[in-house]
């Protein structure tokens, strides 16, 4: 699934573009040694973690899209990371089970 067809269906906001950025599964977590433990390459993270660590365990598990429910900023730091490691950001009011719900077209993620 393309960023602009995740975006539509969280009814977000693209915070970082990435150019090719896709995901091929989904995996929804807040708890980042778990997605760090189950998350796998190509997914698209559901959280509300808005901060520069979020970047640091996708880049370990190859998660190419975060999603940041709840209409939480993206603060600079997290947006400058996510830019230069190539991971997309988009935002979403909807709550972490509403997108979710969304993206459940797409496979949950295995690690």
Request: some cysteine; hydrophobic content about 45%; overall charge negative.
């Amino acid at each position: 699934m393309t960023l602009d067809e995740i975006c539509a269906k969280v009814g977000g906001t693209v915070a970082v573009p990435v150019e090719g950025a896709a995901a091929e599964s989904v995996y929804v977590g807040d708890l980042l040694s778990d997605v760090m433990g189950h998350a796998g390459d190509a997914c698209a993270l559901v959280t509300i973690q808005n901060h520069l660590n979020t970047i640091a365990v996708c880049t370990l598990v190859g998660c190419s899209v975060v999603v940041i429910c709840h209409a939480r900023p993206v603060p600079p730091d997290m947006a400058e990371g996510a830019a230069r490691e190539g991971v997309a950001i988009v935002t979403t009011p909807m709550s972490q089970y509403e997108a979710a719900l969304a993206l459940s077209s797409l496979p949950p993620s295995k690690h």
